[in-house]
Every structure is written in structure tokens, then in C-alpha cells.
């Protein structure tokens, strides 16, 4: 039981789940796509984006309320001053970090354009993955994980999510431009 255990409580461990998963990700999208066959315009640009959404953001988010080592024993700590711990972070050298917080919510950024059209912009994205960056680090103040809740974890990982939808902006943008480029049924007289 314990070994199991040390597979969804460690970074090593959620990224071999990630990794082995995959095949069941892309078994996912397969059958999400021949279930939606009939009723979607798109079906498989649909399912792609709901699982890479759920696939590519899930395994981050689960990783950052990883508890620490002195979690419900410390009380919750904030860095409210944007860009303190980004510099000090630069400082270390510690750029994994950096990264790390770069690719949270990049799938969300990158796939959510793709499958809902009101998401299509980049301003959009943006407020949308600081408002999750935003709940993740009060759960994780409130929840009192021994982690620091910082504004910079906030503004990076909307930096991320929007680097990334600028990376999938010409998928989205030419669906956009093909579904408005569809005729219009003729209104009915009479009804």
C-alpha cells in the first residue's frame, strides 16, 4: 500500500503516471471522437482538445498541492510583492522552477481556444488561468501545504497559458474564421 502510495505523492512519481497514461489519452480521444462523430462539425479537433486539456493540465496542478514537509504544521505563507521570488528565483538559478510554473496551465492555454469559442483570445486565457492560478494557490495557502502562495506563481502561470495559446492561435483563429465563413440557413417565410 505504501509503495503505491509513493507513486501520486512524488514529482517522480505523477511524471511516470503521466507518461504511462498517455496511450489511454490518446485511447480517450479516439473514442470521444467516434462517439461525436455524427453531431460534431469537428470531432476529433473537439476531442483532442478536451483530453489534451484534462492530460496536459492535471498532472501540474496535482504536483503543485503536493504537501510539503512541514504541511499542517506551519501556518500558510504569502509573497504578495510581484516579482520578488521570480528574481530571487533567477537569482538561484533555479529556472526549473521557472519553467515549471511556465507549463501549469499551458495545455489550458494552448487547447481551451481550440474547443470553446468564446475562449479565443488571448486576453481571455490570460484571466482565465490566472483565476485557476488564483485558486490554486489559496487552496493551497488555506490547505496549509507548507508552500508559499506567491502573485508570481499567478503571473507566471498566465504567462504560460498565454504563450501557449499564441502557439495554437493559428488552429484557432482559422476555425473561428472557417465557422463564420459557413452559410446561414435561409429563414423560412411564413414561420
Do not use: H
Request: hydrophobic share 55%.
Amino acid at each position: 500500500m505504501l509503495k503505491g502510495w509513493l507513486w501520486v505523492s512524488t514529482f517522480t512519481g505523477i511524471a511516470v503516471i503521466t507518461v504511462v497514461a498517455l496511450p489511454l489519452a490518446a485511447l480517450a480521444v479516439w473514442v470521444l471522437a467516434a462517439t461525436r462523430a455524427p453531431t460534431s462539425p469537428s470531432p476529433w479537433r473537439t476531442s483532442l482538445a478536451d483530453v489534451g486539456i484534462v492530460y496536459g493540465t492535471v498532472p501540474w496542478v496535482w504536483m503543485t498541492m503536493l504537501p510539503g514537509s512541514g504541511a499542517g504544521e506551519v501556518p500558510g505563507r504569502m509573497s504578495l510583492v510581484p516579482l520578488r521570488d521570480l528574481l530571487a528565483l533567477l537569482d538561484d538559478g533555479a529556472t526549473f522552477q521557472i519553467v515549471g510554473n511556465l507549463l501549469v496551465f499551458a495545455a489550458l492555454g494552448f487547447f481551451a481556444p481550440l474547443r470553446f469559442a468564446a475562449l479565443a483570445s488571448v486576453p481571455r486565457i490570460l484571466a482565465l488561468a490566472a483565476a485557476c492560478s488564483v485558486l490554486v494557490e489559496t487552496a493551497q495557502y488555506v490547505l496549509r501545504l507548507d508552500r508559499v502562495s506567491s502573485v508570481d506563481d499567478v503571473l507566471l502561470n498566465a504567462a504560460g497559458a498565454g504563450l501557449a495559446a499564441l502557439a495554437s492561435r493559428r488552429w484557432w483563429r482559422a476555425t473561428a474564421t472557417a465557422s463564420s465563413d459557413r452559410p446561414r440557413s435561409a429563414a423560412v417565410p411564413g414561420r
